[in-house]
């Protein structure tokens, strides 16, 4: 139910991505039918018909009981035309008046659609007529993203694709024996085992005969989990495959260790998997314990591990790019693979339900001991790491391009480091602190903020309850909220003054961490005082003999240091045509000893903040060139980047 008190709260802040509001007054509003596709797609959302935007923030208009009748049969015609858009996926009770004084507002609840529904589109013709919903506003899907929609909502799966021009000579043979073995180990005595090559690939899903068609073949899942790299890159199969894994042990290093297809071995998955797996699992202690006189080398935190990893192969969209990326740091394990939850967030985080992308692969590990049917995988996942008494999983998604990525911390749920930093920041305050309360603070100081959401994954207190423990927190002084609703996150509310290259105030302006009040800059602490300038001979950030890269000319090291990353953005910002390199480029250079945020780079080199996130920003992360402030809280307003490798 949709109250005015909910309206209200989320009018006060404006449209987020799950909040829209439109003007009513001269008629049903045209535009809704985007916003309702958009939200359709992605995670839901509540329209809001009778409120209209001012320069001083949203005005409840309201309509008549009248207008809102009208509208609401309008609404319903609407959503059972197929010429104005594909699925109704409203229930009646979506769709509620919310009364005013003298007038109504019509709310209109939208749910995230389900896999078949998928794309919701508009006119009858889905490319170009496709929208999704990002942060404050309903974008058109590029043809590409509606195709994948498409492949989605296929029941069958993505992998069972019998791929024309392909036969069994495009298979690895050692793969396929390697198998065998693998399952026999797993299952004993199976029957399938008995079979010819084709007639077992038939049995797991990776060879197909559909009689309506009158065809048969390799699938996807066939070439996937046993294909020779070169078949598998082929253009008619999935030529932007790729699978990646990184391990950084060592800060002074790019890379302790990489596998990755380099031509030395076949790149399926089944390879992958088994030169993957021994690296994750040397991550996890492994305590001497016995069961039944015999030797467990296994704990459930393992178990839990080998599922994240193989819940991420055999989700992962081998079509979108970027592909599957697996790291491995000294405190930390993630995950991540292209394309989209095909289940909602919430329903991820209840657990009991299971949508697989590729059907034939998941057949294919839980044969050899891996990877869930029942939709109980994310309930083991989170078993395995309490079990190891750490930090909860965290899944966190992308767009632009789609991405899932599971972050594993290695760390306990409040660290002894941790618990002594909240102790020097809050002294005797800490006292009597609930150990939920204790765990807030924790995570907003080892995350650098936390949400409801978060602390629901780390507690087994009610939501409600959870938001009542933050407004205490806050009001005692030791949290502060950004107030942004169902995203609102916290922060410790001080720290102590530890003046850095990374906090220096780059003088943008409404964006200033400089502010009069707390100014890095102020006489009696000024970071460019004589004797102790950032620019000084001894430590310039572009000190003499020292490339900027891309062609940047030096500037002036007496500038300030606003002038200076001014300069140095200066080429990309005064050019439409600047090349994708030059803009990474420049992005790292500006980001070299400092952290500066979406906002600043958006100034700085003059381009479109949602282009600069998707194309350049969330890419370099991922790739290892630039280094988020708070890396498990991606989605915070204040994020800010550093060049990787910057301390």
Not at 278 to 297: K, Q, W
Request: net charge negative; charged share 25%; proline share 5%.
């Amino acid at each position: 139910m949709t109250t005015l008190s909910d309206i209200l709260a989320a009018a006060q802040i404006g449209e987020t991505t799950d909040w829209e509001f439109k003007s009513a007054r001269g008629g049903f509003p045209g535009s809704f039918w985007e916003t309702y596709g958009a939200m359709a797609n992605s995670e839901g959302g509540v329209v809001v018909l009778g409120v209209s935007e001012q320069d001083d923030g949203m005005r409840l208009d309201g309509v008549t009981a009248k207008q809102a009748s009208v509208y609401q049969k309008t609404l319903w015609d609407g959503l059972n035309n197929r010429g104005i858009v594909s699925a109704n996926v409203l229930e009646l009770s979506a769709v509620e008046t919310v009364c005013l004084e003298s007038s109504v507002l019509l709310a209109v609840r939208v749910p995230r659609a389900t896999r078949a529904q998928r794309p919701v589109y508009l006119t009858g013709n889905p490319l170009g007529h496709t929208y999704r919903r990002r942060h404050d506003g309903d974008y058109r899907c590029d043809d590409s993203e509606v195709r994948r929609m498409f492949a989605d909502s296929d029941p069958a799966g993505r992998d069972q694709r019998i791929l024309q021009g392909f036969s069994m000579d495009d298979l690895d043979a050692p793969s396929l024996a390697q198998y065998r073995r693998r399952m026999e180990t797993a299952r004993g005595g199976h029957a399938w085992l008995k079979l010819d090559e084709q007639a077992f690939l038939e049995r797991l899903g990776g060879w197909r005969v559909d009689k309506a068609a009158g065809e048969e073949g390799l699938t996807l899942a066939g070439l996937l989990m046993f294909g020779k790299e070169l078949a598998i890159f082929d253009q008619n199969a999935t030529p932007r495959y790729w699978v990646d894994y990184r391990e950084k042990l060592d800060p002074d290093t790019r890379w302790s260790d990489r596998i990755y297809p380099d031509g030395m071995w076949e790149a399926n998955l089944l390879q992958f998997y088994n030169r993957v797996w021994p690296h994750l699992a040397a991550a996890l202690p492994t305590p001497f314990r016995l069961e039944n006189g015999i030797r467990r080398d296994e704990t459930p935190a393992h178990e839990a591990l080998r599922e994240a990893f193989v819940n991420a192969l055999i989700h992962g969209d081998y079509s979108a790019p970027g592909g599957l990326v697996v790291e491995r740091m000294p405190h930390e394990l993630a995950i991540e693979n292209a394309g989209t939850m095909l289940i909602a967030l919430e329903q991820y985080q209840r657990g009991g339900i299971s949508e697989c992308r590729n059907p034939g692969l998941q057949r294919m590990f839980l044969m050899i001991g891996g990877g869930e049917h029942a939709g109980s995988g994310t309930d083991k996942i989170r078993a395995g790491w309490r079990y190891q008494h750490w930090r909860a999983p965290l899944l966190t998604t992308f767009q632009e391009p789609d991405r899932v990525r599971l972050t594993l911390p290695l760390v306990s749920l409040i660290p002894e480091e941790t618990a002594l930093r909240l102790r020097a920041f809050f002294g005797a305050e800490l006292d009597g602190l609930s150990p939920a309360e204790m765990q807030a603070l924790a995570t907003a100081d080892l995350e650098g903020a936390v949400s409801n959401a978060r602390l629901q994954q780390l507690l087994v207190d009610h939501p409600v309850d959870i938001t009542r423990m933050f407004t205490s927190l806050c009001e005692r002084g030791l949290l502060v909220s950004d107030n942004r609703r169902r995203w609102t996150t916290y922060e410790l509310s001080r720290r102590p003054a530890k003046p850095s290259s990374f906090d220096i105030d780059v003088g943008l302006a409404g964006d200033s961490i400089g502010k009069s009040t707390d100014s890095l800059h102020k006489s009696t602490d000024s970071l460019h005082k004589s004797g102790d300038s950032l620019h000084k001979s001894g430590d310039s950030l572009h000190k003499a003999g020292s490339s900027s890269r891309g062609g940047h000319d030096l500037p002036d090291k007496n500038a300030s240091e606003a002038d200076l990353l001014r300069q140095l953005a200066a080429p990309v910002r005064d050019s439409r045509r600047s090349s994708t390199a030059a803009i990474r480029d420049a992005i790292v250079v500006l980001c070299a000893g400092r952290f500066l945020t979406l906002r600043q780079l958006t100034e700085l080199l003059g381009r479109n903040d949602e282009h600069l996130r998707g194309r350049y920003l969330a890419p370099m992360v991922r790739e290892g060139l630039l280094r988020p402030r708070y890396p498990t809280a991606t989605n915070r307003p204040d994020q800010a980047y550093t060049a990787a490798g910057e301390q």
